[in-house]
């Protein structure tokens, strides 16, 4: 009867490993699935926002805007920014929400608008469109594209802070430009620091 048992626990316990590697599996391909179907739809958007600067950036050839518009909607294009020593290239978007951050980087609420003078706060993920942060250098050139023209900043500063560091996006009225993003870049799960870029308006 003790062999028995013994051999139904064995046979048990190998059908428990197969259903679970089977299980592990399945998790796996879906994780993947849903990493590509959201890369897909944010390349897809990215297009689609860069389009609609560029119809921005050529009526404002032609009647230049009176003023910045200041009721901007949660997820709406306000520019794009090009770090071309690190071939980077993203559509900036109102807002810092999940969502917002799936499709672009985000300008963050409380500071200058992109165009304007004052500092302008821009967020981002570090696994996805801020990925490329990690190669950035001091003294590297950062062009914003907006309805209004190209501004060039040159990147002076870059430090690692805590994510409750109240100045990692100082307020002031000298121009310049904060990018933020979490870090270590390859941590998994929540980040426990902040990866901040500074560059001063040219």
Not at 72 to 91: T, W
């Amino acid at each position: 009867m003790s062999i028995n048992n013994n051999s139904a626990l064995a046979l048990h316990g190998q059908r428990l490993i197969c259903w679970t590697q089977r299980f592990l599996v399945a998790t796996g391909v879906l994780a993947i699935a849903y990493v590509a179907i959201v890369l897909n739809n944010a390349g897809r958007f990215q297009n689609a926002a860069n389009q609609t600067l560029e119809g921005r950036i050529q009526a404002a050839e032609l009647q230049p805007p009176s003023k910045i518009n200041n009721s901007i909607k949660e997820g709406e294009v306000l520019g794009r920014i090009e770090i071309p020593r690190i071939g980077m290239s993203v559509i900036i978007l109102q807002g810092t929400t999940s969502r917002t951050l799936r499709l672009g980087v985000g300008h963050i609420n409380g500071t200058s608008l992109p165009g304007e003078s004052g500092n302008i706060g821009i967020a981002g993920h570090r696994d996805t469109f801020f990925r490329s942060l990690k190669d950035i250098h001091r003294d590297d050139i950062i062009l914003l594209h907006t309805a209004t023209g190209i501004a060039k900043y040159e990147v002076d500063w870059i430090q690692i802070t805590a994510p409750n560091d109240g100045d990692i996006v100082s307020l002031t009225t000298e121009s310049g430009l904060t990018l933020v993003t979490c870090y270590p870049f390859y941590y998994i799960g929540a980040a426990p620091e902040r990866f901040v870029v500074h560059a001063r308006r040219q």
